[in-house]
């Protein structure tokens, strides 16, 4: 995924049509979001962004060039992000994909390496290419907006890998706590936050109080289930704090490289012994 719409609150955490223009400050950075006539793009509608930013970044590691314009079988999308493939999932589907093109963006966030100002739509356009017999889509061709594409197109750092486990979690606050820790935390011990400068990061619009509950709530039953992939949270007073778990840092772990092996140093009465019995 990108980077500035994991740090950023881009996207709504309302599962109801969200209607509301909104604004986000961070000293000089701002971002200013308005609503499409479906609302604003949600949380879940990111799946759609992070499937075509997988699929660029996947022909980028093989040397391919990749466009803003992508093709791909809808069902694949949507068996990939954990949603359903019935009638209902395909007519979510486009809804999605109306929200992610009228949903508009005005901000100075660098990405690709620049910072300007722009006014812009997560994708440009979406349309289905095949259909099957029955009348649903099949091949769809959606063309990213030159914001969301600068980054992937850079490579420099501004897109990060997610765990597959992301797609199952179905409240929209657990995937910004996710999204929040895998930028700011990384494989690092830990980071925090204190609770107000979370709920601004998280985009959340309930009371201080209510997403203080919320968040305890989610906290404590992830204390049980683990079910959040890759991170620990912990409720220290005012103060959230976030902790990579051990399985999520021991793959970046390094391994000791063979060509160490030259700078081992033996005493001599070992490589006496080693001679006499060689």
């Not at 959606?142 to 797609?167: C, H, M, P, Q």
């Not at 996710?178 to 619009?205: D, I, P, V």
């Amino acid at each position: 995924s990108d980077t500035a719409s994991m740090e950023h609150p881009l996207f709504t955490l309302s599962t109801k049509p969200d209607h509301q223009t909104r604004e986000y400050r961070n000293g000089q950075k701002f971002v200013r979001i308005g609503p499409s006539p479906l609302g604003l793009a949600t949380v879940h509608d990111r799946d759609v962004l992070i499937y075509c930013i997988s699929q660029c970044m996947a022909r980028l590691n093989k040397g391919e060039k990749i466009h803003r314009t992508l093709r791909f079988n809808a069902h694949d999308l949507l068996k990939t992000t954990n949603r359903a493939t019935n009638d209902r999932g395909y007519d979510l589907f486009k809804s999605a994909l109306k929200r992610l093109q009228g949903t508009q963006i005005e901000t100075n966030i660098i990405t690709g390496g620049k910072e300007q100002w722009e006014v812009f739509s997560f994708i440009e356009s979406a349309k289905t290419i095949k259909e099957t017999r029955d009348g649903r889509m099949q091949a769809i061709e959606i063309t990213l907006s030159d914001w969301v594409f600068n980054a992937i197109n850079e490579k420099s750092g501004e897109i990060l890998t997610i765990s597959r486990d992301y797609f199952r979690l179905r409240k929209p606050l657990e995937r910004r706590l996710y999204e929040l820790a895998r930028k700011c935390c990384g494989q690092n011990t830990k980071w925090h936050f204190r609770m107000e400068t979370l709920q601004e990061r998280t985009g959340s619009k309930s009371t201080l109080k209510e997403f203080r509950r919320m968040l305890k709530a989610i906290i404590d039953d992830n204390a049980i289930h683990a079910h959040i992939p890759d991170y620990t949270f912990e409720l220290k007073g005012d103060l959230v704090i976030i902790r990579p778990r051990k399985d999520f840092t021991d793959i970046f772990t390094e391994i000791e490289s063979p060509s160490a092996i030259d700078k081992i140093v033996l005493k001599p009465s070992t490589m006496e012994v080693a001679v006499k019995f060689s």
